[in-house]
């Protein structure tokens, strides 16, 4: 699904020049869920950013479900965005003028679908995270917890092939923390493939995999051990990707 | 798409009210001034007649001193004296021609109930009334006999006949001019003119005059010009019939209407030979120079938009740019305070272009807004103008927005948006997607 090869991002000042990934190898496989990890300032955010095609990087290749997509033009990087990648923030970054349902709309639209299937998918996708009910609420009228879900909703909608979360669980407490790490394990568990990032151990532990990040290089890629019982999963609809 | 960007930008112009009235009000103070502006401009500048501009034509003959240059722009007198309009009436190759100018006479009523009263009278030909299309309520005008004997006709316009006849068919009636009954033949319609196309050469804004007579008229009743009058040599004679018709005095606004364009060169022809005659018997001692001029040309030659007017227009044209540039200002942080926001549309697969036109039509639609509210600071604006300058005006809504007028300040409204919204616009759209979405 994802293949880097000696990517290298710089972030240059008029003073500094800061190596943010440094010769960056790896391979993140198709359904796989990866949970990306290292201390602040090791490069989790920019290589986030870098395979969420939201980042240029300066040398190497990377690979996104098997297009090179190391020199692509904005109107082509942006329609790979909108297709096969799904954004999960910590700050769950809805737009507020927005209700729920026009934010989960977001990037169907400019996928140009039509009215109906928007209002199909988004009625899916809402119903799936258990918020239909509140389609018609704007974002500061939602717990922290429902943000979450609706920027989970948002990335059901666009059925991307990766999603991408930065810190999912970094603003919600922990019962809603497990709730949304069962949201995503479902999603996985449907077949879409999670890169996440993560300070929180026991939603790395979620994960397959785990790929341990400092100074901008992978110094760790770990096998996660299952844990035999999972903790019990909050009430809401089966997650389909 | 176009509908959904149109709603966010209707979305952000509602998020921050106060900065987007301030923005709206920069635009409308712009949009104001430019189409008031450029409205006086517009009504000065349009051609009543604009389906005669290759037929009917203005004559102009260089009889004057050869020793010094004639007054007014153009290097030859704006109108010409009697004893050429009688020379070149005698051409028959115009469809239609006439001379005419205006003479102040006192009206004096049937009714010993209303007061005698002055009024300027146009002397002219019967050719007139076709000529510019004048509109007659009641009758017409009269006929080519009532030109050459001359007859005691008069067609009147709509106010003196409302004064002398309560505004009845007044057809047939009289009213006396100076010393000498006139029989009324018709009665016109409204008749406001943009311009007084027929006299430029006095205010071209006032109303037509409201009574006429046969050209003719001129001898028997020894009738001075009140209008514009110029002349270079004294003449001698003892009558007025001796002095005008020896008189090198240029006072009579002469017109040509042809059957066709292709008439011009053989009427031009016709001009010339005439001044070389009259060169052989001692007068035209200048070079040769008659001109035939359509309206279109001669109302730039002779400045019926004034300078200032043109200088105006121009004036508030800059401002409305200097407007727009200082709002750039606005937008730019307007649209950067965003970027997180836009950082987010990015990821979720907004291009640079989709943002971009999302931003520029928040600013076209900003740019509307102040349009519209612009146009009624015209329409303010143009109300003031009409009643200040009254007097001098054809009609109480003389400057007014017409459709030209709307559709210009509309065009007007969406550049001072462009040029608002360009640059920021463009600045937002170039923001990376990946430095904001933290603080998104």
């Given at each position: 699904m994802l293949e880097m090869e000696n990517v290298t991002k710089l972030y240059r000042t008029d003073l500094v020049e800061t190596r943010a990934l440094k010769d960056l190898s790896l391979v993140v496989g198709a359904g796989e869920f990866v949970a990306v990890t290292g201390p602040s300032g090791s490069g989790?955010?920019?290589?986030?950013?870098?395979?969420?095609?939201?980042?240029?990087?300066?040398?190497?290749?990377?690979?996104?479900?098997?297009?090179?997509?190391?020199?692509?033009?904005?109107?082509?990087?942006?329609?790979?965005?909108?297709?096969?990648?799904?954004?999960?923030?910590?700050?769950?970054?809805?737009?507020?003028?927005?209700?729920?349902?026009?934010?989960?709309?977001?990037?169907?639209?400019?996928?140009?679908?039509?009215?109906?299937?928007?209002?199909?998918?988004?009625?899916?996708?809402?119903?799936?995270?258990?918020?239909?009910?509140?389609?018609?609420?704007?974002?500061?009228?939602?717990?922290?917890?429902?943000?979450?879900?609706?920027?989970?909703?948002?990335?059901?909608a666009a059925k991307p092939r990766l999603i991408l979360a930065d810190e999912p669980t970094g603003n919600l407490d922990s019962a809603m923390s497990r709730e949304i790490m069962d949201l995503l394990e479902e999603v996985n568990q449907a077949g879409t493939t999670v890169l996440m990032v993560t300070h929180d151990p026991a939603s790395a532990d979620r994960a397959h995999r785990r790929l341990h990040l400092f100074d901008g290089q992978l110094v760790e890629s770990s096998a996660v051990v299952k844990p035999l019982v999972r903790p019990a999963a909050a009430g809401h609809g089966a997650a389909s990707a | 798409m176009l509908a959904y960007h149109l709603r966010l930008a209707w979305l952000s112009v509602r998020r921050h009210p106060v900065l987007s009235a301030l923005i709206v009000a920069g635009i409308a103070l712009g949009v104001g001034l430019s189409t008031w502006a450029l409205t006086v401009r517009h009504v000065l500048s349009r051609n009543p007649l604009p389906h005669k501009d290759e037929t009917l034509l203005y004559v102009r003959m260089d009889a004057w001193d050869p020793a010094v240059d004639p007054p007014h722009t153009g290097g030859i007198p704006t109108q010409i004296t009697y004893r050429d309009l009688r020379g070149i009436m005698e051409s028959d190759l115009p469809l239609r021609q006439a001379g005419s100018y205006v003479s102040n006479l006192y009206v004096y009523p049937e009714s010993p109930d209303v007061r005698p009263f002055r009024e300027l009278v146009r002397l002219t030909w019967s050719d007139f009334f076709p000529m510019f299309e004048v509109p007659f309520r009641y009758g017409g005008p009269w006929d080519e006999a009532a030109d050459a004997r001359p007859e005691a006709v008069a067609v009147i316009g709509s106010e003196v006949n409302q004064t002398l006849f309560g505004g009845e068919n007044s057809v047939g009636r009289t009213l006396r001019l100076r010393d000498r009954e006139f029989t009324v033949v018709g009665v016109l319609d409204d008749w406001r003119p943009s311009i007084r196309v027929y006299d430029l050469t006095q205010n071209p804004t006032v109303p037509p005059e409201d009574i006429y007579i046969p050209f003719n008229w001129i001898e028997p009743m020894e009738l001075q010009t009140s209008g514009n009058i110029d002349g270079w040599r004294s003449t001698d004679g003892e009558t007025f019939a001796e002095r005008i018709a020896a008189s090198e005095s240029v006072f009579i606004q002469m017109w040509v209407e042809l059957a066709d364009p292709g008439d011009r060169a053989a009427y031009q022809s016709f001009l010339d030979a005439y001044a070389a005659d009259q060169k052989r018997l001692g007068r035209f001692q200048r070079p040769l120079d008659n001109?035939?001029?359509?309206?279109?040309?001669?109302?730039?030659?002779?400045?019926?938009?004034?300078?200032?007017?043109?200088?105006?227009?121009?004036?508030?044209?800059?401002?409305?740019?200097?407007?727009?540039?200082?709002?750039?200002?606005?937008?730019?942080?307007?649209?950067?305070?965003?970027?997180?926001?836009?950082?987010?549309?990015?990821?979720?697969?907004?291009?640079?272009?989709?943002?971009?036109?999302?931003?520029?039509?928040?600013?076209?639609?900003?740019?509307?807004?102040?349009?519209?509210?612009?146009?009624?600071?015209?329409?303010?604006?143009?109300?003031?103008?009409?009643?200040?300058?009254?007097?001098?005006?054809?009609?109480?809504?003389?400057?007014?927005?017409?459709?030209?007028?709307?559709?210009?300040?509309?065009?007007?409204?969406?550049?001072a948006g462009l040029v608002a919204g360009l640059y920021p616009a463009w600045r937002i759209c170039r923001v990376p997607p990946a430095r904001h979405l933290k603080q998104a």
């Open positions: 989790k955010t920019t290589f986030l950013n870098v395979a969420g095609l939201l980042d240029a990087f300066e040398s190497g290749t990377y690979r996104l479900d098997g297009e090179d997509v190391s020199r692509l033009s904005d109107r082509r990087m942006s329609r790979l965005r909108n297709e096969k990648i799904g954004f999960i923030f910590q700050s769950f970054n809805l737009i507020p003028d927005l209700d729920v349902a026009d934010n989960v709309e977001v990037p169907l639209r400019y996928r140009g679908l039509s009215g109906k299937e928007r209002r199909q998918r988004v009625d899916e996708a809402l119903g799936s995270v258990g918020l239909l009910a509140r389609r018609n609420h704007l974002p500061s009228q939602l717990s922290g917890g429902q943000q979450q879900r609706v920027a989970i909703a948002r990335v059901l | 001109r035939l001029t359509p309206i279109p040309e001669l109302m730039e030659e002779l400045e019926v938009v004034p300078e200032q007017a043109q200088a105006m227009a121009a004036a508030s044209l800059l401002f409305l740019l200097v407007c727009a540039l200082n709002l750039i200002g606005l937008f730019l942080g307007k649209f950067l305070a965003r970027a997180p926001q836009v950082g987010v549309r990015r990821a979720l697969g907004a291009s640079r272009w989709n943002v971009f036109l999302e931003h520029l039509l928040e600013a076209e639609l900003v740019g509307l807004a102040g349009g519209a509210l612009g146009l009624g600071l015209a329409a303010g604006g143009l109300a003031l103008l009409n009643r200040a300058m009254a007097e001098q005006l054809a009609s109480d809504a003389y400057f007014r927005l017409d459709g030209t007028m709307l559709a210009a300040a509309v065009l007007l409204s969406l550049v």
